[in-house]
């Protein structure tokens, strides 16, 4: 939300909020992720950040990606798995997780439930970089590593 900033937008059923519009993740086809959407919460000049919501379908996923920014991550609803560097985190509902700068990350909802969290971004960034073949194989040397790219269509 840019210019006019509305001071208040009531909560709407189904983790939706008044005015704000429910969007595409990404472009099709700019790099792989499943059924997921966002919202932009908070995007105001004076804040220096944007507030996202993302959801998930059952077993959807984020895209495989990393950046020069930092994210700041609260699970608000459902269950699902973490990718973060190295490491695969079970996730639940108000979690934290911080992502560092340049850091592989990728969230998964679990197959049987929806999964939302907030997403808290520097308002000027940088766009994401994706995994080289070379970075897959790296990432995929460790089993749990590799068994959670594999439920997400190995990237």
Not at 8 to 30: H, N
Not at 92 to 103: E, F, R
Not at 113 to 140: H, I, Q, Y
Request: glycine share 10%; proline share 5%; net charge positive.
């Amino acid at each position: 939300m840019t210019g006019r900033t509305k001071l208040f937008r009531a909560a709407r059923d189904g983790f939706r909020w008044e005015d704000v519009a429910t969007l595409a993740y990404k472009q099709e086809g700019s790099a792989a992720f499943r059924d997921i959407s966002r919202q932009v919460l908070f995007e105001h000049p004076d804040l220096g950040c944007q507030l996202r919501y993302f959801e998930m379908q059952p077993g959807g996923y984020s895209t495989l990606e990393r950046h020069e920014h930092v994210h700041a991550v609260m699970i608000l609803r459902g269950h699902g798995e973490c990718l973060l560097g190295q490491d695969v985190r079970r996730v639940k509902p108000h979690d934290l997780v911080t992502i560092p700068a340049m850091t592989w990350h990728q969230f998964r909802a679990d197959d049987g439930e929806a999964m939302g969290f907030l997403c808290m971004v520097n308002a000027v960034r940088d766009k994401p970089l994706l995994p080289t073949g070379e970075d897959l194989a790296a990432l995929g040397r460790d089993p749990r590593v590799r068994a959670f790219l594999a439920r997400t269509g190995g990237r």
